[in-house]
């Protein structure tokens, strides 16, 4: 099925930057020495460099790979993702040949631009479980990691605002577990669809999914409505909240875009001081620069240890084996790597509906910021969080690998295709499945010495018993979802995957052959306790043995949250920002 095709030219172009705080060259930087160096300005990085600069006796610098986010009107346009993650601002990683899923090799998106991944992702806005959070709390023996203790950060970093169309919130979120001061937009789904009523039909028909009025209570088992980071129509980002012209002119706060952080270095002849960074572009290294207090590593969960790597922190022997000589032993960096898998599944439907016109809807947003291009084409207005039955026969042979009876297994985003695509074979509606509690394990890892080269990207996905049970059992969920009354003079039959795939084993190669990764990576450099012989860092997230060098992005989850990664990486960098200020005595 193909999107109907869009003049877009104009919405991929930058209009050059207004503001004087955000640098594209080394040498125009007005300071040699920082206090502290952020490396990344995605979706963690601007909230650390933020909330530190909140205090004006420290200086702060951003190192951006990508270009700045100013002027870039497809970031801003709900409607445009698929076409941001295409464009220029993405890193173009791919996956190696999977294994378990047809030797295929699946494309890996990356933010390469201030704001990240929260610049062309699909704004989904979910804390994960209680028990997601409480588990890292239990495994880093460190209770300020429970889910009681961040909420206040998950508070701080929200501001709950009305949707798009105006509409009358009443019903679909409860404001007692919402912030309404915060940094980011956020709001329900502000472009009604005709399946809307059939879906909370199917809520009253259908035991199986009861409707939950705000999924980010903590426990979201049920049906609710969708949230997502849409402020008035506008994508809100990292890059728009925390680097609003107000916070960019504070004269303590320099962001460098279009330049590579390589390598992190030790400091002054000490091995386990790391406060110096190694900057590069265009394949080749320009300088150095050396920070103060530290240096924060907020790239990523695929591009944090490919710097530590490069930077001979990592396993001996695999460093050794490709010439990076070995600086600090920590075997943990770049395993670990958790994603969960993705597919969509498709039905035909007794739709009339004409197919929206992609350039009517771009010039109505471009006049009033409404219309369909205020959601993401890849984002429902609701969504289903379940879990498996208690009897599933998978836990005979299988321990429940989510964090607790609060925590979903599975999510289901119920989707309005017929009037979104034109096909010869009529309209549709679609399920996006997401498999939330993996127990496959991949890696990130390096292919040679040189730093400029891709990482090499293993989600193994799909590689366990239980994550291809379950992932099958999302599709059956999901048969049901369609199969209830609500439905019967609507959806026509299965499409994707046809109908005469009925055994399990038409469903394992489906999704074997289509799914993907949800780019959801997470756990590289995991959290552990503070004397445990394996992970990367310590509860505050400094680095195991080594001075000067704190993680703060989504490569530190010890597991990955039942849900999107987006908002426990705002809570990480709310969180972090505020031990950092503790550290150093300038809360």
Known sequence: MARQPLLLSVFLLAIPSALGRIYGGINNLPLVEYDFIVVGGGTAGPVVANRLTENPQLNVLVVEAGPSHEGVLVTEVPGLMLQVQSSGYDWNYTTIPQSTMNQRILRYPRGFILGGCSSHNSMFWSRGSSDDWNRWASVSKDSSWSWKNVF?????????????????????????????????????????????????????????????SDYNGGRPIGLSWYQGNVDHGVRSTAATAYFAPEFLNRPNLHVLVNTKVTRVLPTAQKTNVFRTVELGNDNRTLRQLTARKEVILSAGAINTPHILLHSGIGDANELQNLGVPLLHSLPSVGKNMTDQPYVSLVWTVNSTAPPINGTAALEEWNKTHTGPFTMSPT????????????????????????????????????????????????SFVSMGITFLTPTSRGSVSITSSDPFDPPRIDPNLLASEFDIFTFRETVKASQRFFAAPAWNDYVIAPFQPPANATSDEDLDAYLRGSAIASSHGSGTCAMSTQDAPYGVVNPDLRVKGIEGLRIVDASIMPFVPAGHTQVPVYVIAEKAAHMIKAAWNLV
């Open 152 to 212: 206040p950060f998950m508070i701080k970093n929200e501001r709950w605002t009305t949707p798009a169309d105006q509409h009358d919130q009443t019903g679909e979120f409860d404001p007692s577990v919402h912030g309404f001061h915060g940094s980011i937009g956020v709001s329900t789904a502000g472009y009604p669809t005709k399946i809307d009523s059939r879906v909370l039909q199917t809520t009253q028909e259908l035991e199986e999914f009861p409707f939950l």
């Open 379 to 426: 984002a429902s207005n609701h969504i289903a969080f379940l879990r498996l039955p208690n009897d599933s026969s998978i836990f005979q042979t299988n321990l429940d690998p989510a964090a607790g009876t609060n925590t979903p297994h599975m999510e289901l985003t119920p989707l309005d295709n017929g009037g979104l695509f034109q096909t010869s074979n009529g």
